[in-house]
């Protein structure tokens, strides 16, 4: 299985890597041993299916987090941060805790420092001195936290002397990750280690697996941040839609005579019955109704009480949610599933329409993002309208959503003008202004993450 590379640093990134290499001179009085970068990604379709179990598909983008790393011969890890916003921080590599209700930026590294050490079964793990420098705009759906925490799992396998593959990394960071509190799926981390410029990749799980598809000639894509800062480890929103998912699986499992406890996600109720994305949402519109379902509703469907109900499928995140909408989310995640595979399908055959009826799928799963599965805000749905009529071929929000960026199709030679007519979006108000250069960008395929030296 492929490992992570160890390369020199691109031409273009020397001077930034090399004025890292000066801080941390400061800070720690040496060089760093190595670097390690992983990047943030934009997801081009397929929001809130992965922890469904479906395939989703994402590209890295340029944006990134990059740690200078040493190690030390004592048994604290140091952490600094290039960005005076996260304060310093210092800990015994045997002793920390990781917050899941108020989560600080370090709490992010701890969980990729625990995924290792867990792994390992590292009884004393070796001091580090470290300086994190990260240019994704935070919270903002592009996998800022990801990013952190899988470069935090390469700098404590490096300095440990370990060694996993990319696809192993790519797991355990899915599953550290979650210390943080929030139970995500996985495509974050697979694609900033397992991606590779010049292509998107489908990501399927259960097994890991990537396909390239590389995008349609004349497509660009453009990223334009709403702004709204959502924290996904800090608020709730994330983890009652998983929360939603999980109980219609088994309210679908059960009206489909299923084993209920053999059924943990929806793509497995669709795997175990034998029905195509599109029987499943008719059975959907068939068996749910559009009023939102009470706990105790759910609870007598099921055959459980509501404390057993609350005990077996809810989190400290969704104990508290009384009305669950059942139908809305899972129509949302059959008919995004379908939409990935439509995408994936119309970029390998490449019709003469192809950039129209990408934009087709882009728009209509914007449109259920955010009817359906209720994750946008007044800001994005705005944002992708200005986009559609700013000449996108389509716009939806990317990421989790609740705010954060949008990401637009455009025809290649029409991206200057789109970008000049979406400052409008910009200009409304100082702070965005403020900034914009790093808020509305068009990105290209990049590559994943790696070590490197100077
Ligand atoms: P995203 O959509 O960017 O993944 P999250 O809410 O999941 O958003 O994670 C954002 C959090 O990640 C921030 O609040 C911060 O704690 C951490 N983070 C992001 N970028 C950096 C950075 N450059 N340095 C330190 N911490 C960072
Ligand atoms: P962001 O918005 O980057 O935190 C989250 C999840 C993904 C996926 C998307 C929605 C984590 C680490 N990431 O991404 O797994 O579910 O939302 O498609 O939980
Ligand atoms: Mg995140």
Redesign the pocket.
Known sequence: MAAVPIAEVPAKQRERYESLSKTFHSIYAKKPDFFARAP?RVNLIGEHIDYCGYAVLPMAIEQD?VIAAAQSDDDEIQLN?S?SK?APFHCKTTKYAIDRDA???FH?FLCGFRGICENFQLQQPRGMQLL???C???????????A?VCCAALATMRINDLHLSKVELSELCQHCERHIG?EGGGM?QAISFLAEAGTAKLIEFNPLTTTDVTLPHGAAFVIANSCVE????ATDHFNIRVAECRLATQVLAKSLSLPTDQVKKLSDVQLKSGRRLSEMISFVEEVLHVAPYTRQEIADLLGLTEDELRDRFLTARSQMVDLFNLRQRSLHVFSEADRVLKFKDMCSKSPADALLQLGNLMNDSHHSCSKLYDCSCQQLDELCALAVESGALGSRLT??GWG?CTVSLIPEDKTEIFCEKIRSFYEERPERMARIDASLFASCPGKGAAFYSL
Do not use: H, Q
């Open positions: 943030g987090i941060n960005d996260y989560p600080k930026w992010y994190i420098d990260g994704i705009p935070a919270s903002s759906g592009l996998s800022s936290s990801s952190l929030t974050d959502m924290n996904k480890g990421g989790a954060g």
